[in-house]
């Protein structure tokens, strides 16, 4: 009973919340091996938004990604993340399920999934298709700071989320907010309310108490606790599964993971951060504006390098305290996807443009109308709500209606017959230039292990076939390579 299992988030939430998904295939796959044997109780490996940027920015097939990894993980079960609704827009029923069926071909049957205003009614329809599809879904119940976020709140919702039957519950930290003393409040009231629904805990560092927390939520009776390996731990992503492996221990409880096998992993993602200049996750200091903006962690490290390609990175601190008065105005909705993104968005436009709402997205439109959640249109500042629908486009959403065109129409658009469905998914979701393009980039790129760095390299080097000699040198060490024109 005192074990303590982890589920590792490094691939998934990992990096998204660090190198805003800018882990290549080839970075990817070295590490591997050394995971699957971690001892790991589930891993998360892919989520939908992959599509968009996999394609169109790391010119890669993100079905290429699912399937090299899945043959390389064999022990550890493998998720991914958003269920059937976890894209940023509003999809047709007949592509998420489509998507979620080509996923569950690759042999991953476990997912986690939300609903940003914590309405649990909606997601009835969403276990029953994804159970049907056999898949097994973890229900996140997510944590919030506002008047209404209460603890009678959260038992409530506990019972409700309990009642949808889930494969597990996962209480989710996604802004880094709670606090040693919230948790020893909430988590006693949770599990009191789901009855024997297993309980994770998932929470972000942006406020560097994310540890703390992991510890009470363990000495509080979960058992299951998402972390990640460094470099891709602690900034805003997770807890560093050595702090709270080795935490867990002195407290008496038995981690259920090998951290000798995720050292060398820890070291070769360390050395693709340093060459490739990505962030490396180092421990936050407490920031009491982190109660005010909410901005989660993917979207930190997400907004900074949209920023950055816009020549304007100096200009994140003031889009975080935009986001804190655009997420008033919106009526403190959760800042969670597809939500976060909404009031992340309208802050940056707010700031890049100088001027407040002079430009707003269709999504924000489509939430002032309460097509995101009825809360949306309800709780939000009069003023603001008037600004946003007093404008044309308001007009032409306001009588919108998601279609649902099945997917043999879906294909008449996206390629024709011909198309595979991952074809087509790719198309649907990342535009057909973008995968044009991405076909042209050839195969993704290998990386080297940084376990073995001249082993690699010289096997790398070996298979040129545009060099008649290589010489290398490194200290007292030297090595030739001679290409043989009539190899026997």
């Not at 090299?68 to 991914?80: A, D, E, W």
């Not at 981690?255 to 992993?265: G, I």
């Not at 489509?366 to 003023?383: C, F, I, R, V």
Request: hydrophobic share 40%; with cysteine.
């Amino acid at each position: 009973m005192s074990e303590i299992r982890f589920v590792d988030t490094t691939l998934r939430d990992g990096q998204m919340s660090l190198w805003a998904l800018n882990m290549k295939t080839g970075m990817m796959l070295p590490a591997l091996p050394d995971m699957d044997r971690a001892g790991f109780d589930a891993m998360e490996f892919f989520v939908s938004v992959m599509f968009k940027k996999v394609v169109r920015e790391l010119k890669e097939n993100p079905w290429e990604r699912l399937r090299l990894g899945t043959k390389q993980i064999t022990k550890t079960r493998l998720r991914f993340h958003g269920g059937m609704k976890g894209a940023f827009e509003k999809v047709p029923l007949s592509v998420s399920r489509l998507m979620v069926e080509r996923i569950v071909a690759y042999g991953i049957t476990l997912t986690r999934t939300s609903n940003p205003w914590n309405d649990f009614s909606v997601l009835q329809d969403e276990l029953e298709s994804l159970r049907k599809m056999g898949v097994e879904a973890v229900v996140n119940l997510i944590f919030s700071v506002s008047p209404r976020h209460t603890d009678e709140y959260y038992a409530e919702k506990a019972r409700d989320v309990a009642a949808l039957k889930p494969y597990r519950i996962c209480f989710k930290d996604v802004g880094g907010l709670l606090t040693p003393e919230r948790t020893r409040a909430l988590i006693p009231i949770i599990r009191e309310n789901i009855n024997d629904v297993p309980l994770e805990f998932h929470a972000h560092c942006n406020n560097g108490l994310a540890p703390l927390c992991c510890l009470e939520a363990i000495k509080l009776g979960v058992k299951i606790i998402h972390t990640a390996i460094p470099p891709l731990a602690n900034g805003s992503s997770q807890p560093s599964v050595f702090n709270v492996a080795t935490n867990a221990r002195a407290l008496g409880y038995s981690p259920v993971v090998d951290e000798a096998a995720l050292k060398p992993v820890s070291e070769h993602f360390t050395s693709i951060a340093k060459r490739e200049s990505f962030p490396i996750g180092t421990p936050v200091e407490y920031d009491h504006a982190q109660y005010l903006h909410q901005v989660p962690g993917g979207m930190i490290s997400n907004l900074r390098h949209q920023l950055r390609l816009m020549g304007m990175a100096d200009k994140l601190e003031a889009t975080l305290e935009e986001a804190g008065r655009v997420r008033a105005e919106f009526g403190y909705p959760i800042m969670v996807t597809p939500l976060s993104q909404f009031v992340g968005s309208q802050a940056a436009i707010n700031i890049i443009l100088g001027e407040r709402y002079k430009e707003v997205t269709d999504q924000v439109i489509q939430y002032a109308l309460g097509l995101w959640g009825k809360e949306g249109s309800t709780l939000m500042d009069p003023n603001v709500k008037d600004k946003i629908l007093s404008r044309p486009r308001a007009r032409e959403l306001a009588g919108w209606e998601q279609p649902q065109p099945s997917i043999q129409e879906v294909r008449r658009n996206y390629g024709g017959l011909g198309v595979s469905d991952e074809e087509l998914l790719l198309r649907f979701f990342a535009g057909d230039q973008a995968v044009e393009t991405m076909r042209a980039a050839g195969p993704p790129k290998e990386y080297l292990s940084a376990t073995q760095p001249l082993v690699r390299l010289i096997q790398e080097i070996s298979k040129r076939r545009d060099y008649s000699r290589i010489h290398i040198t490194k200290g007292d060490l030297s090595v030739r390579l001679d290409k043989r024109d009539n190899p026997t």
